[in-house]
């Protein structure tokens, strides 16, 4: 008998799917905050700006910086402080 065992792949297609649900959150997310930001700023855009196309612009710039943000707390654990601390 081989007494070597090899890994499972049942593992690795758990961290995938959750990887690709991880993924199509932040996707979905990018796109809702993008557009929401594209939608007030056209609005700010239309009643404080007479029509100037930087406040779209700026919009849509504050809801993919925001969509980035969530992403990047989703897919990078956060450290608590005790272990930062810990480690200087």
Known sequence: ??????????????MMADLDAKFDRCLANAITSSAIGIGFGGLFSLVLFKRKSWPVTFGFGIGLGKA???CN??????????????SS
């Open 73 to 86: 707390k989703e897919f990078v654990p956060r450290q608590s402080l005790q272990s930062r601390t810990a």
């Open 68 to 70: 980035y943000t969530e």
């Open 1 to 14: 008998k081989n007494l070597l065992v090899k890994p499972s792949n049942k593992p690795r297609i758990f």
